[in-house]
């Protein structure tokens, strides 16, 4: 504990909250200013690329629901390896990291099943089937509303990051049952079309803005996730902070 | 007419897809704000945690933490 420098010099130096906090000031504005160029550029080519011969216009959906799509399971993959990081480490930052990242994954599997439907509709001639694929994403979506609601209602985050992490991991089995749903089972929804054996089978005038989308919601959540963590460690210091408080005008007023 | 009709769909994926990032955004952006607003006024009243206290030197490693 004698080391009070806030250099990053090792990859364990990164667990320590203080050392964090540092490096995340540091890096934020670069994520941020990253992000919006990279949207800038994948919004631009998303509307002045040319529409699909069959399905038009509605082929730009594409690029928002494909991203937010590869982010929901991302997103859960993120967690799932912060709940083993805190299962097996018992480390305080690994439950920061699951913690903060769920809303941010419920919003991007919001954005996937909205867009999904309103993609669906015109193209499918439905909103909604209760298909392999359509379903394990909205089960997905549950239980990051589920764990919200869990850490939510518990007051010790501590205590609360052991059972939420075997939550996680049990829920994990979730990910490869969205991923290989369309190829185990007879969906309305297409098999994958970018990330499979023999490369895309999307065309290069589709796949550039698909892939600049793709990047730039990658650098989003990443840049949104390295926030909400450092909210997270002032968020638990605020109230350690308030316990020392509350101790120290206990014992005043007994003296 | 029917291009038109489609138009809405993309459109409506687009407009709710900015509200949601929309409030992801302005959600991380207002508890960051909050919590480091929550922590000045803490600091200034002169608490400390243990471990600030223990990498601070002198006066601020001493028992008596609140000044009010």
């Known amino acids: 504990m004698t080391d009070t420098s806030l250099a990053i ?51 730009r959906i594409m690029y928002i629901h494909v991203p937010a799509a590869w982010l929901s399971m991302m997103c859960y993959t993120i967690m799932a390896a912060s709940a083993v990081g805190t299962l097996v480490w018992r480390h305080p930052l690994a439950d920061v990291s699951a913690r ?5 994954g419920a919003a991007f599997t919001f954005v996937a099943l909205v867009t999904g439907s309103l993609w669906g509709k015109p193209m499918w001639g439905t909103w909604w089937v209760w298909d392999a694929r359509l379903t394990s994403v ?29 939550m996680i991991l049990i829920g994990f089995v979730n990910i490869p049952i969205i991923k290989f749903s369309v190829d185990w089972f007879n969906t309305l929804h297409q098999p994958a079309s970018v990330v499979r054996m023999g490369g895309p089978a999307v065309d290069p005038e589709f796949l550039r803005p698909l892939l600049v989308m793709a990047i730039a919601f990658t650098m989003l959540f990443f840049t949104l996730h390295m926030m909400a963590m ?25 003296g | 007419m029917e291009l038109a009709h489609n138009e809405g769909y993309v459109l ?48 601020a490693a001493t028992e008596k933490t609140i000044d009010a």
């Open chain 1, 100 to 104: 903060v990242a769920a809303p941010l």
């Open chain 1, 138 to 166: 909205f089960i997905l979506f549950l239980m990051y509303l589920g764990l919200i609601a869990f850490n939510r209602a518990m007051d010790d985050p501590s205590r609360a990051a052991r059972v939420s992490a075997v």
């Open chain 2, 12 to 59: 409506a994926s687009y407009a709710i897809t900015l509200v949601a990032m929309i409030v992801i955004i302005g959600w991380v952006l207002l508890d960051s704000r909050g919590r480091q607003r929550e922590l000045k006024r803490l600091e200034e009243t002169g608490i400390r945690r243990r471990s600030a206290r223990t990498a601070a030197t002198g006066e």
């Open chain 1, 9 to 59: 010099r090792s990859f364990s130096d990164l667990a320590n909250p203080a050392k964090f906090i540092a490096l995340a000031g540091k890096l934020i504005p670069w994520m941020a200013g990253v992000t919006a160029i990279l949207f800038a550029v994948g919004l631009w080519l998303c509307f002045t690329t040319e529409g699909d011969y069959q399905q038009g216009e509605t082929v």
């Open chain 1, 230 to 254: 450092r909210t997270e460690i002032w968020r638990r210091r605020v109230a350690a902070m308030r316990r020392i408080a509350a101790r120290s005008a206990a014992r005043g007023q007994e």
